[in-house]
């Protein structure tokens, strides 16, 4: 995801440096920051924040490890996985929304979908990075159509 000379098009890593900062500073504030805001789209015009759907993510969040979180923003960000996509021969369904403040669409689900030998891509208008829950009664049935297929 990060910006680097094979991927000009990449997130500049100060942007994974500020979620590194925010998440060391204060964990709890980052995990309500995130989930109130950019995450689940709540952050738009608009948007009716839900605060069992914020208060469950913070949740899960903090039941993770500190460093664990800190380490997976560069594993997330950093680890060029081309290869491995590649190597990828069952089919695969690759699902994002084009709304997502967290993995831009064009550098996410765009690539992973020329790079998988068997894709079947589908980018939702509007949705967020958390749309599996902000969107379920969309999502799930496009995913048991395709399990099912």
Do not use: C
């Amino acid at each position: 995801m990060v910006k680097t000379d094979s991927n000009p098009d990449g997130t500049p890593i100060a942007v994974f440096d500020g979620f590194r900062e925010a998440l060391a500073a204060n964990r709890a504030q980052f995990f309500l920051d995130v989930a109130s805001g950019p995450f689940y789209g709540f952050n738009r015009d608009g948007a009716k924040i839900s605060d069992g759907v914020v208060r469950n993510w913070w949740r899960q969040g903090m039941m993770g490890g500190a460093n664990a979180h800190y380490e997976g923003i560069k594993a997330f960000s950093e680890t060029d996985q081309t290869e491995d996509l590649k190597a990828i021969t069952v089919p695969t369904l690759v699902l994002q929304g084009d709304d997502d403040q967290i993995v831009p669409y064009k550098d996410a689900s765009l690539l992973q979908a020329k790079l998988l030998p068997n894709a079947t891509l589908k980018v939702y208008e509007g949705f967020p990075h958390g749309m599996l829950t902000t969107h379920a009664d969309v999502i799930n049935p496009d995913l048991l159509a395709f399990v099912r297929a």
